[in-house]
């Protein structure tokens, strides 16, 4: 489950506790530009005993390699081996605009930082020379006194998972190549390959076969019953629409809108162009009502227990590992009880 970076923490750790109970096998953490995810993830260690912590994501820009690295073998260390290393470039207006980085090279960024990672885990001096990330740096940069160092603590795994959260063309082919997981958005299970399949299945051939096979979160909002048939589960589907029409219609640039793009992939295109020009005019309302109800149907968990079990039989059949869920009604504890006895 990812939990909500701008809502009530405290609240959020207490219905996570609840859920661990119930059988929650992993929460992500979101950082985005609100309070950083890291203080919420050790704090979350300290409270929870068996749930994996998932950093749901981390942006390759604002912390150096090392000290992801660093924070990643900290992290697993205090929730005894429970962390998850989620890594994503985030985008230029939040990059730029609040942090103050230079933009550049987010692919190669990230497989530079998943190696460097590894390096420092496996407790290896630091030599690296790589397309965006030098070190130490080179001749002729800073001081010219920085030395190959290594980690100073022997973390409790050397191997902890990294989840890439790609979103088109080579960095999904790197990401079946190089990570351990995908952290991908707005997965169909039936679709997918429209949109990614060509990627997923060259990256995959350069896959090392140490990895295993690549894990992929993916999910939705989660509804089960006879209660959630025909326009009840309408309902529940409609109050997705405003985070989809977010990023569908105001993510990026106009001309430059991964999230529109994978709309378009999956073949609602006038759709998605809609949904971009009233976004983007200020008419946000209207935009949400252009969300493809289909779309909205096949990329979330809503109606009778028999319809959901024929999802998860979908989803699984996609070659999906980690059921990334989010509990719909007043009784979230059995919502996930009911999806754990659907999967049993």
């Not at 603590?153 to 999904?172: D, K, Q, T, Y």
Request: glycine content about 10%; overall charge negative.
């Amino acid at each position: 489950m990812m939990i909500n970076y701008s809502g009530d923490f405290h609240s959020d750790v207490a219905r996570v506790q609840e859920l661990e109970a119930a059988g929650l096998d992993l929460v992500w953490v979101p950082e985005a530009y609100s309070f950083d995810s890291v203080s919420l993830m050790g704090y979350l260690a300290a409270k929870t005993d068996t749930i994996q912590i998932g950093a749901g994501i981390l942006n390759t820009y604002s912390r150096t390699a090392t000290c992801i690295a660093q924070t990643a073998a900290g992290l697993d260390y205090v929730s005894g081996g429970r962390f998850v290393l989620g890594l994503g470039a985030s985008g230029p207006q939040v990059i730029e605009g609040f942090h103050g980085v230079p933009y550049e090279k987010p692919m190669a960024r990230i497989r530079d930082y998943i190696n460097i990672c590894r390096m420092v885990w496996r407790r290896e001096r630091v030599v690296y020379d790589g397309k965006a990330v030098q070190i130490p740096l080179p001749e002729g940069q800073g001081t010219g006194l920085g030395k190959p160092l290594k980690l100073i603590n022997h973390p409790v795994r050397e191997n902890i998972p990294i989840f890439w959260a790609s979103l088109m063309g080579l960095s999904v082919t790197a990401t079946a190549r190089h990570a351990d997981g995908w952290l991908p958005i707005f997965f169909d299970p039936e679709k997918f390959h429209t949109v990614w399949g060509d990627e997923l299945k060259i990256g995959t051939a350069e896959r090392d076969p140490a990895l295993g096979q690549l894990q992929i979160s993916a999910g939705g909002l989660v509804a089960i019953g006879d209660e959630f048939v025909g326009d009840a589960a309408t309902r529940v589907l409609d109050t997705a629409r405003p985070s989809v029409a977010l990023y569908v219609g105001g993510m990026g640039a106009r001309d430059k809108n991964f999230y529109n793009t994978i709309c378009q992939k999956y073949g609602y295109v006038d759709e998605a162009i809609a949904i971009q020009d009233l976004y983007l005019s200020g008419k946000k309302e209207e935009a949400a009502s252009m969300v493809p109800e289909e779309m909205l149907a096949s990329t979330n968990l809503v109606g009778s227990a028999g319809h959901v079990k024929e999802r998860l039989a979908a989803y699984k059949e996609a070659g999906v590992t980690h059921l990334s869920v989010t509990p719909v009604g007043n009784d979230p504890v059995k919502t996930i009880e009911q999806l754990r006895q659907l999967l049993d």
